[in-house]
T-cell receptor
Framework: SQQGEEDPQALSIQEGENATMNCSYKTSINNLQWYRQNSGRGLVHLILIRSNEREKHSGRLRVTLDTSKKSSSLLITASRAADTASYFCATDFKAAGNKLTFGGGTRVLVKP | NAGVTQTPKFRVLKTGQSMTLLCAQDMNHEYMYWYRQDPGMGLRLIHYSVGEGTTAKGEVPDGYNVSRLKKQNFLLGLESAAPSQTSVYFC??????????FGDGTRLSIL
């Protein structure tokens, strides 16, 4: 079963608006990452937040992590049409192989 | 710098046929992974490798085999393809710590 569950499953916004998506997970983690997937392409790493961090920024991206609630959120500010993609959270545990467990993803459509 | 390259990009098979998907990385990464992605879902780990000559099972290994004879290559084999294996297959690599670097996928249809 998947570790992460993402909400919403789909999101449609106008260019310039902010997009927020959430990820919940079930067990304790080492790190949580967010990836973007453009249609027909592989996943691209966006940002990693460690279990002892609460917030992280990268350009227009802001990620928060609440380990007490086992949840994370990804905020994309001032969205652009090029942000149209699917976004996935992925978690890893203190286990061999740097294995990741992915959520089901949020499909984001940014309308120009 | 190509990163992670997957071949082929598309393939159609008949039930019962066999095939091998090739993943090659030029970043000298130790860890390599094979995932499958089904419509509307995230990625599920099939098999992975923590170094040359090693392989291990992931979440959904049944019906697949893998080999890592060279550090840069990770092969995924389907011995007797089934319609349930119709999916998009992604390979990824990392040198630890994270993140993982992904190829663009192989779209496999089994009729």
């Amino acid at each position: 079963s998947q570790q992460g569950e993402e909400d919403p499953q789909a999101l449609s916004i106008q260019e310039g608006e902010n997009a927020t998506m959430n990820c919940s997970y079930k067990t304790s983690i080492n790190n949580l990452q967010w990836y973007r997937q453009n249609s027909g392409r592989g996943l691209v790493h966006l940002i990693l937040i460690r279990s002892n961090e609460r917030e992280k920024h990268s350009g227009r991206l802001r990620v928060t992590l609440d380990t007490s609630k086992k949840s994370s959120s990804l905020l994309i500010t001032a969205s652009r049409a090029a942000d149209t993609a699917s976004y996935f959270c992925a978690t890893d545990f203190k286990a061999a192989g740097n294995k990741l467990t992915f959520g089901g993803g949020t499909r984001v459509l940014v309308k120009p | 710098n190509a990163g992670v390259t997957q071949t082929p990009k598309f393939r159609v098979l008949k039930t019962g046929q066999s095939m091998t998907l090739l993943c090659a990385q030029d970043m000298n990464h130790e860890y390599m992974y094979w995932y499958r992605q089904d419509p509307g879902m995230g990625l599920r780990l099939i098999h992975y490798s923590v170094g040359e000559g090693t392989t291990a099972k992931g979440e959904v290994p049944d019906g697949y085999n893998v080999s890592r004879l060279k550090k840069q290559n990770f092969l995924l084999g389907l011995e007797s393809a089934a319609p349930s294996q119709t999916s998009v297959y992604f390979c990824a690599s990392t040198d630890g710590p994270l993140p993982q670097h992904f190829g663009d996928g192989t779209r496999l249809s089994i009729l």
